[in-house]
T-cell receptor, first 115, second 114 residues
Protein backbone atom coordinates (compact mmCIF):
# COMPACT_ATOMS: atom_id res chain seq x y z
CA UNK A 1 0.00 0.00 0.00
CA UNK A 2 1.72 3.20 -1.20
CA UNK A 3 -1.16 5.50 -0.39
CA UNK A 4 -1.29 8.51 1.87
CA UNK A 5 -4.84 9.43 2.83
CA UNK A 6 -6.06 12.80 4.04
CA UNK A 7 -9.35 13.87 5.56
CA UNK A 8 -11.36 15.90 4.99
CA UNK A 9 -11.03 16.64 1.27
CA UNK A 10 -12.55 20.08 1.72
CA UNK A 11 -12.96 22.24 4.82
CA UNK A 12 -14.58 25.63 5.27
CA UNK A 13 -14.04 27.28 8.64
CA UNK A 14 -14.54 30.62 10.27
CA UNK A 15 -11.74 32.57 11.87
CA UNK A 16 -12.87 31.62 15.36
CA UNK A 17 -13.29 27.90 14.68
CA UNK A 18 -11.05 25.04 15.74
CA UNK A 19 -10.63 22.19 13.29
CA UNK A 20 -8.16 19.40 12.55
CA UNK A 21 -6.72 17.90 9.39
CA UNK A 22 -5.80 14.23 9.44
CA UNK A 23 -3.26 12.20 7.50
CA UNK A 24 -2.53 8.47 7.52
CA UNK A 25 0.01 6.17 5.88
CA UNK A 26 0.75 2.47 6.23
CA UNK A 27 4.05 2.24 4.39
CA UNK A 28 6.12 2.06 7.56
CA UNK A 29 7.60 5.48 6.87
CA UNK A 30 9.03 7.19 9.92
CA UNK A 31 9.15 10.71 8.47
CA UNK A 32 5.95 12.66 7.84
CA UNK A 33 5.44 16.17 6.49
CA UNK A 34 2.93 18.99 6.25
CA UNK A 35 3.03 21.37 3.28
CA UNK A 36 0.95 24.40 2.36
CA UNK A 37 0.24 25.08 -1.31
CA UNK A 38 -1.37 28.25 -2.65
CA UNK A 39 -2.88 28.32 -6.12
CA UNK A 40 -0.31 28.27 -8.95
CA UNK A 41 2.53 28.01 -6.44
CA UNK A 42 4.78 25.16 -5.32
CA UNK A 43 4.24 23.36 -2.01
CA UNK A 44 5.94 25.03 0.94
CA UNK A 45 7.25 22.92 3.78
CA UNK A 46 5.64 23.60 7.17
CA UNK A 47 6.58 20.76 9.53
CA UNK A 48 8.58 17.54 9.55
CA UNK A 49 8.10 14.70 12.03
CA UNK A 50 10.69 11.99 12.40
CA UNK A 51 9.99 8.97 14.60
CA UNK A 52 6.96 10.78 15.99
CA UNK A 53 8.99 13.77 17.11
CA UNK A 54 8.81 17.24 15.59
CA UNK A 55 12.16 17.80 13.90
CA UNK A 56 11.57 20.75 11.58
CA UNK A 57 9.24 23.74 12.04
CA UNK A 58 9.62 26.23 9.22
CA UNK A 59 8.65 29.22 11.40
CA UNK A 60 4.98 28.41 11.08
CA UNK A 61 2.55 30.59 13.10
CA UNK A 62 1.30 28.99 16.30
CA UNK A 63 -2.28 28.94 15.03
CA UNK A 64 -1.10 25.78 13.23
CA UNK A 65 -0.33 23.00 15.68
CA UNK A 66 0.95 19.64 14.41
CA UNK A 67 0.64 16.36 16.25
CA UNK A 68 1.93 12.86 15.52
CA UNK A 69 -0.02 10.40 17.73
CA UNK A 70 1.75 7.35 16.29
CA UNK A 71 3.95 6.31 13.39
CA UNK A 72 1.02 6.12 10.94
CA UNK A 73 -0.93 9.26 11.82
CA UNK A 74 -0.28 12.96 11.49
CA UNK A 75 -2.68 15.71 12.48
CA UNK A 76 -2.70 19.45 11.94
CA UNK A 77 -4.79 21.37 14.44
CA UNK A 78 -6.10 24.72 13.26
CA UNK A 79 -7.25 27.59 15.46
CA UNK A 80 -7.94 31.26 14.85
CA UNK A 81 -6.90 31.11 11.22
CA UNK A 82 -6.85 34.05 8.84
CA UNK A 83 -8.34 34.22 5.33
CA UNK A 84 -4.80 34.19 3.89
CA UNK A 85 -4.36 30.70 5.37
CA UNK A 86 -6.78 29.40 2.74
CA UNK A 87 -4.80 26.90 0.68
CA UNK A 88 -4.32 23.23 -0.16
CA UNK A 89 -2.68 21.43 2.76
CA UNK A 90 -0.64 18.43 1.70
CA UNK A 91 0.64 15.61 3.85
CA UNK A 92 3.55 13.43 2.77
CA UNK A 93 5.67 10.61 4.13
CA UNK A 94 9.09 9.20 3.34
CA UNK A 95 11.75 6.87 4.55
CA UNK A 96 14.48 8.33 6.74
CA UNK A 97 18.22 8.90 6.31
CA UNK A 98 19.86 6.39 4.05
CA UNK A 99 16.62 5.67 2.26
CA UNK A 100 17.66 6.63 -1.26
CA UNK A 101 16.82 10.21 -2.16
CA UNK A 102 14.02 10.99 0.25
CA UNK A 103 11.28 10.49 -2.24
CA UNK A 104 8.05 11.58 -0.63
CA UNK A 105 4.61 10.09 -1.08
CA UNK A 106 1.92 12.76 -1.04
CA UNK A 107 -1.72 12.60 -0.12
CA UNK A 108 -4.39 14.32 -2.23
CA UNK A 109 -4.56 17.28 0.14
CA UNK A 110 -7.24 19.10 2.09
CA UNK A 111 -8.62 22.21 0.41
CA UNK A 112 -9.08 24.72 3.25
CA UNK A 113 -11.13 27.89 2.98
CA UNK A 114 -11.12 30.36 5.88
CA UNK A 115 -14.05 32.76 5.89
CA UNK B 1 6.69 27.05 -26.89
CA UNK B 2 7.44 28.23 -23.34
CA UNK B 3 6.19 31.37 -21.67
CA UNK B 4 6.93 32.98 -18.34
CA UNK B 5 4.80 35.68 -16.84
CA UNK B 6 2.37 36.37 -14.06
CA UNK B 7 0.99 32.86 -14.40
CA UNK B 8 2.74 29.54 -14.04
CA UNK B 9 5.23 29.03 -16.89
CA UNK B 10 3.58 26.91 -19.55
CA UNK B 11 5.01 24.57 -22.13
CA UNK B 12 2.76 23.47 -24.98
CA UNK B 13 3.76 20.45 -27.06
CA UNK B 14 2.14 18.30 -29.69
CA UNK B 15 1.23 14.75 -28.78
CA UNK B 16 4.08 12.44 -29.74
CA UNK B 17 6.75 15.11 -29.55
CA UNK B 18 9.45 15.17 -26.89
CA UNK B 19 9.15 17.64 -24.00
CA UNK B 20 11.93 19.32 -22.09
CA UNK B 21 11.15 21.03 -18.81
CA UNK B 22 13.86 23.08 -17.18
CA UNK B 23 14.57 24.07 -13.62
CA UNK B 24 17.19 26.21 -11.93
CA UNK B 25 18.00 25.31 -8.34
CA UNK B 26 19.57 27.43 -5.66
CA UNK B 27 21.68 25.32 -3.31
CA UNK B 28 24.90 24.03 -4.85
CA UNK B 29 25.28 21.66 -1.90
CA UNK B 30 21.91 19.91 -2.36
CA UNK B 31 22.18 16.14 -2.11
CA UNK B 32 19.27 14.93 -4.18
CA UNK B 33 16.92 16.20 -6.84
CA UNK B 34 13.48 14.93 -7.58
CA UNK B 35 10.88 15.64 -10.25
CA UNK B 36 7.23 15.52 -9.26
CA UNK B 37 4.11 15.69 -11.40
CA UNK B 38 0.95 17.28 -10.02
CA UNK B 39 -2.37 16.82 -11.75
CA UNK B 40 -5.35 18.98 -10.98
CA UNK B 41 -6.92 18.08 -7.63
CA UNK B 42 -4.12 15.70 -6.65
CA UNK B 43 -0.96 15.75 -4.62
CA UNK B 44 2.47 15.70 -6.27
CA UNK B 45 3.49 12.32 -7.67
CA UNK B 46 7.09 11.12 -7.91
CA UNK B 47 8.51 10.78 -11.42
CA UNK B 48 12.26 10.34 -11.14
CA UNK B 49 15.15 11.28 -8.88
CA UNK B 50 18.89 11.80 -9.18
CA UNK B 51 21.74 12.07 -6.73
CA UNK B 52 24.10 15.02 -6.88
CA UNK B 53 27.02 12.77 -7.90
CA UNK B 54 25.26 11.81 -11.13
CA UNK B 55 24.58 13.85 -14.26
CA UNK B 56 21.97 11.71 -15.98
CA UNK B 57 19.38 9.14 -15.06
CA UNK B 58 16.83 7.44 -17.26
CA UNK B 59 13.46 6.00 -16.44
CA UNK B 60 10.57 4.84 -18.53
CA UNK B 61 10.05 7.58 -21.13
CA UNK B 62 11.72 10.12 -18.83
CA UNK B 63 15.30 11.31 -18.44
CA UNK B 64 16.65 13.71 -15.87
CA UNK B 65 19.82 15.70 -16.56
CA UNK B 66 21.77 17.49 -13.85
CA UNK B 67 24.30 20.23 -14.59
CA UNK B 68 25.87 21.22 -11.30
CA UNK B 69 28.13 23.81 -12.91
CA UNK B 70 25.19 26.05 -13.71
CA UNK B 71 22.79 24.59 -11.12
CA UNK B 72 20.35 23.39 -13.73
CA UNK B 73 18.07 20.40 -13.86
CA UNK B 74 15.97 19.23 -16.78
CA UNK B 75 13.28 16.63 -17.33
CA UNK B 76 12.89 15.11 -20.75
CA UNK B 77 9.70 13.27 -21.60
CA UNK B 78 9.77 11.15 -24.74
CA UNK B 79 6.73 10.75 -26.97
CA UNK B 80 4.58 13.05 -24.84
CA UNK B 81 1.00 11.88 -24.29
CA UNK B 82 -2.17 13.74 -23.26
CA UNK B 83 -1.91 12.03 -19.86
CA UNK B 84 1.37 13.87 -19.31
CA UNK B 85 -0.50 17.17 -19.06
CA UNK B 86 0.12 18.44 -15.54
CA UNK B 87 2.29 20.81 -13.51
CA UNK B 88 5.86 19.59 -13.07
CA UNK B 89 7.99 20.60 -10.10
CA UNK B 90 11.66 20.03 -9.54
CA UNK B 91 12.67 19.68 -5.90
CA UNK B 92 15.94 19.90 -3.99
CA UNK B 93 16.12 17.43 -1.16
CA UNK B 94 18.55 17.52 1.74
CA UNK B 95 18.67 15.36 4.82
CA UNK B 96 18.74 17.55 7.91
CA UNK B 97 18.40 16.35 11.47
CA UNK B 98 15.20 14.38 11.60
CA UNK B 99 13.94 14.55 8.06
CA UNK B 100 14.28 15.54 4.45
CA UNK B 101 13.99 19.27 3.86
CA UNK B 102 12.50 19.74 0.43
CA UNK B 103 12.46 22.97 -1.55
CA UNK B 104 10.27 22.96 -4.62
CA UNK B 105 10.92 24.99 -7.74
CA UNK B 106 8.27 27.29 -9.18
CA UNK B 107 6.77 24.65 -11.46
CA UNK B 108 5.98 24.41 -15.17
CA UNK B 109 2.59 23.56 -16.62
CA UNK B 110 2.83 21.09 -19.50
CA UNK B 111 -0.03 21.18 -21.96
CA UNK B 112 -0.18 18.41 -24.54
CA UNK B 113 -2.13 19.09 -27.71
CA UNK B 114 -3.79 16.08 -29.29
Amino acid sequence: DTEVTQTPKHLVMGMTNKKSLKCEQHMGHRAMYWYKQKAKKPPELMFVYSYEKLSINESVPSRFSPECPNSSLLNLHLHALQPEDSALYLCASSGTAGKKTGRQYFGPGTRLTVT
Amino acid sequence: GESVGLHLPTLSVQEGDNSIINCAYSNSASDYFIWYKQESGKGPQFIIDIRSNMDKRQGQRVTVLLNKTVKHLSLQIAATQPGDSAVYFCAENNWVTGGFKTIFGAGTRLFVKA
